[in-house]
């Protein structure tokens, strides 16, 4: 059977809106076979998933596109792990899942992403702090190489040794020189190749975003139960208070996985807005639609997630709040939650989502995500009236928690001392957020760029990441922070492990660094 090819035209663009795509085609592979069928008679090729890319790096330029939408398969599943074929959106394997009582934790917040883009940018989720990112629930790859040979890995079965890693493809040996650089020691990287003494093969293709191999197929871990979840936002009236309320919920989440404690706090998430995020809200009559009011000295609202033991019934769940401040109350995770948030004055001003009142959590995560919507369409409506450049300008950083204040002072006064419009909002209980700015005029863009270059020496010298979540892509600001981040050397360094699995540049050229000039 031949691969089905199709018109390019609705495929030349990614969430990023990276201007100037285009395309020598579009095929729909349904194989592993057809991939590799694929690669053997191209010049170029770009993988996709579903364009939800943030970095322009799922944007055509030239390339034969090959889309994994028709690689939607389940190929094998077990208690405590599931293969799919790289199509499959993140939605449709937890739905799949589900119907066993299982999940994938690491899920990005776009669940419409497809298996191989999470991989291959290690997309992260909110809740990172407890579950981690994609990369720690891969166990297996099915890699098509440039040359259209097909690798299918297991985890700990290529491993580096004296800075490379050798494997034979057929006859041929293959020896991959690791990048010298060393990573930052931070929970969500998505800055160019893996690289680490004793790594494993598996790891170099995640985060790769498409420039060494293809992916057709994943074998993720997954859990179960399916925990049951509360969620709470909670409006701060400082930054320092919202601070110290997430370090210690990060403490006490932490000694409860340590001891086992079934009636400790167990907190999988935090997400945090400032006080722009508060008023675009108030703006936009998010907060009104959804039926939440924050109260006017509000500096800081937090959304925290709580993990519930499955056979908690809502019924108890309302009896344990109920009876939280009630001396000799029984001992729960929502009981120490409240008297937490009591102890900070806090438990009066917060909304509550109970296990199952899935109504009130929709609502509380709609705030969460009216803030970049609302930023967005800020944005657009600038892009359309001020100036045609105009464009979403935003960082993606990390920062290890004990420089998280230093690093927001750091985003302020970047972004102050050039007269910049900015909201900052993120995934707090990692030291990753989003700051955004709010332009103006085509200025503040420029302005922005230099900005969050400057914010990248910043969190690089904190040991932090300046790609935390998204990539790099072919966004120009982001190539220079990798560079930033690992210097000339480390990019040349990225460009002999390329050299190695794909000689003739052939795959995404031009995504993550510049493309080779001889
Ligand atoms: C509303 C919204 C919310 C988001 N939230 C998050 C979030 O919470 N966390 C997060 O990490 N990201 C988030 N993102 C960014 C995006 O969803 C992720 O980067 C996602 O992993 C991309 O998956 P995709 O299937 O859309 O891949 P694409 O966008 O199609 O591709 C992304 C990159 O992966 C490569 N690629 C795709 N498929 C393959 C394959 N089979 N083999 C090899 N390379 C491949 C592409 O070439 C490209 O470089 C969000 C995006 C949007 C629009």
């Not at 800020?378 to 009236?385: L, M, Q, S, T, W």
């Amino acid at each position: 059977m031949s691969i089905d090819r199709g018109q390019p035209d609705a495929f030349l663009e990614d969430a990023a809106h990276y201007p100037g795509g285009h395309a020598a085609g579009v095929v729909f592979p349904k194989t592993t076979n057809e991939i590799a069928e694929a690669l053997k008679s191209a010049a170029s090729v770009l993988p996709i998933g579903a364009q939800s890319s943030l970095t322009g790096g799922a944007t055509p330029m030239g390339e034969l596109l090959v889309a994994t939408t028709k690689m939607t398969r389940v190929i094998d599943r077990s208690a405590d792990r599931i293969t799919v074929q790289a199509g499959m959106t993140v939605a449709a394997m937890q739905e799949t899942l589900a119907a066993a009582g299982g999940w994938f934790p690491p899920a990005p917040t776009f669940t419409g992403a497809c298996a191989g883009g999470i991989v291959s940018t290690n997309a992260a989720g909110a809740a990172t702090f407890k579950y981690g990112s994609t990369r720690d629930w891969v166990d297996g790859l099915v890699v098509v190489l440039a040359d259209g040979t097909t690798l299918d890995l297991k985890r700990g079965e290529h491993r580096a040794r004296n800075g490379s890693i050798d494997l034979m493809t057929g006859r041929d040996r293959i020896s991959i020189p690791l990048p010298g650089y060393v990573m930052p020691d931070v929970p969500k990287r998505s800055a160019g190749y893996h690289s680490a003494p004793d790594m494993d093969l598996v790891d170099l293709f995640i985060g790769a975003e498409g420039t060494l191999g293809v992916i057709a197929e994943v074998t993720f871990r997954v859990l179960s139960p399916v925990p049951q979840s509360a969620l709470a936002l909670i409006p701060c009236r400082s930054e320092p208070q919202a601070f110290e309320l997430v370090m210690a919920l990060r403490h006490a989440s932490r000694d409860t996985w340590r001891t086992g404690n079934l009636t400790g706090i167990d907190v999988a998430a935090i997400e945090n807005m400032d006080a722009r995020s508060i008023a675009i809200l108030r703006e936009d009559g998010a907060d009104a639609r959804n039926d939440v009011s924050f109260p006017d000295d509000t500096a800081v609202v937090l959304l925290v997630q709580v993990e519930l033991p499955a056979d908690l019934t809502a019924a108890d769940a309302y009896d344990q709040i109920g009876s939280a401040l009630t001396p000799g109350a029984a001992d729960s995770t929502l009981v120490r939650f409240c008297r937490m948030l009591a102890d900070r004055d806090l438990l009066d001003v917060t909304e509550l989502a109970m296990p199952g009142d899935r109504r009130r959590a929709e609502q509380l995560i709609a705030i969460r995500e009216a803030v970049p919507a609302g930023v967005n369409r800020r944005v657009g409506i600038a892009k359309r009236d001020i100036h045609p450049e105009i464009a979403k300008t935003a960082a993606d950083m990390v920062v290890p928690l004990d420089r998280f204040t230093e690093m927001m002072d750091v985003y302020r006064r970047g972004f102050e001392d050039r007269g910049l419009d900015y909201a900052i909002w993120g995934h707090i209980s990692d030291g990753n957020v989003h700051p955004n700015v709010i332009p103006r005029s085509y200025e503040d863009v420029e302005r922005g760029k230099n900005a969050i270059l400057e914010f990248g020496r910043a969190a690089t010298s904190m040991g932090g990441c300046p790609l935390a979540e998204h990539g790099v892509g072919r966004n120009p600001v982001k190539q220079q922070l990798l560079r930033q981040l690992y210097g000339e050397q480390g990019i040349a360094d990225m460009r002999e492990v390329k050299r190695a699995l794909d000689p003739e540049w052939k795959l995404s050229p031009g995504v993550i660094f510049g493309k080779l000039t001889l």
